[in-house]
Nanobody, 114 residues
Framework: QVHLVESGGGLVQPGGSLRLSCVVSNLDIGRNTMAWYRQAPGKQRELVAEVTNWGRRTNYADSVKGRFTMSLDNTKSTVWLQMDSLKLEDTGVYYC???????WGQGTQVTVSS
């Protein structure tokens, strides 16, 4: 059974930074496309970033390009999302997911507020 545990969320002011972590069990994350999604209140879950090819290739939603950086370490079975220059609209619950597989963690809340 694949298990994902996200952490690192919190309350931050606009312009601030957070680093999210996702520890994955029972899955070779290097062989899978790993993704971060977020869900804002009252909105559908949206794809924020994904990494493929053992972490060598990343794709980002237009709304986060230049501000967020996704990375992974297969030896630690961990995926990260470095979030800089945070905006109010980045608020939501963030989830990591092996793309195309129905495995989800509990998510981590990110709140950007002044």
């Amino acid at each position: 059974q694949v298990h994902l545990v996200e952490s690192g969320g919190g309350l931050v002011q606009p312009g601030g930074s957070l680093r999210l972590s996702c520890v994955v069990s029972n899955l070779d994350i290097g062989r899978n496309t790993m993704a971060w999604y977020r869900q804002a209140p009252g909105k559908q879950r949206e794809l924020v970033a994904e990494v493929t090819n053992w972490g060598r290739r990343t794709n980002y939603a237009d709304s986060v390009k230049g501000r967020f950086t996704m990375s992974l370490d297969n030896t630690k079975s961990t995926v990260w999302l470095q979030m800089d220059s945070l905006k109010l609209e980045d608020t939501g619950v963030y989830y990591c997911n092996p793309k195309g597989l129905d495995y989800w963690g509990q998510g981590t809340q990110v709140t950007v507020s002044s």
